[in-house]
């Protein structure tokens, strides 16, 4: 677990770039989503993600771990400076709530893990319920527990990141052994 989350934190630029592994796929979408895939970090199973930057520093990734398969989410919210333990496994839950332009709401509640004051993950996604809905509504809004801020992500052109992260799956294989 422990190599799991520095090599999360490296992903989502707190390391140097150099401690990174070998891209073997780079895109991006007119949406805002840039889609790649790396292998050969020492610290990281190889992986595909997409992943949306903010002008002030936040991100958030969807990824899929090419070695075990997991898919889950990464979101980071430079506002935040949560206290709770890292890395502790259960006990922390954000609620998702996605937001149709029609006015239409659906969500649920999931656990998180503390990867540092910033960062949370979001394991062992539902994946048909998670990326139907990040398919079909227009935001989604993390409800952080207390009096964490809470975090908004814009889904327009998830449906063209995620086809594209297919791809970046769909190639993976030439460059990453199990």
């Known amino acids: 677990m422990n190599k799991i989350m520095v090599g999360l934190v490296s992903l989502l630029g707190f390391v140097s770039p150099a401690a990174a592994g070998d891209v073997f796929y780079s ?5 805002g989503w840039d889609i790649v895939g790396e292998y050969n970090d020492l610290k990281l199973n190889p ?3 997409i ?4 002008a002030d ?3 958030f990734m969807m990824i899929k ?3 075990d398969g997991e898919i889950y989410f990464m979101n980071r919210n430079v506002e935040w400076n949560i206290s709770d333990e890292p890395g502790k496994k259960d006990g922390y839950q954000v609620r998702l709530v996605f937001y149709k332009s029609n006015g239409e709401v ?3 509640v ?3 893990i503390l990867v540092n004051k910033n960062t949370i993950r979001v394991p062992d996604l539902n994946v048909e319920k998670f990326v139907k809905s990040v398919f079909e509504y227009a935001r989604m809004v993390l409800i952080m527990p207390g009096n964490i801020q809470n975090a908004e992500i814009t889904l327009n052109g998830t449906r063209d990141a995620i086809s594209k992260m297919s791809d970046c799956i769909d190639v993976s294989s030439k460059y990453v052994k199990n």
């Not at 895109?27 to 949406?31: I, L, R, V, Y």
């Not at 992943?51 to 903010?54: M, P, T």
């Open 27 to 31: 895109t991006s979408t007119n949406g």
């Open 47 to 49: 992986a595909c993600y």
């Open 51 to 54: 992943k949306r930057d903010y």
């Open 57 to 59: 520093g936040s991100k």
């Open 65 to 67: 771990d090419l070695k």
């Open 106 to 108: 659906s969500g649920g």
């Open 110 to 112: 999931v656990q998180y």
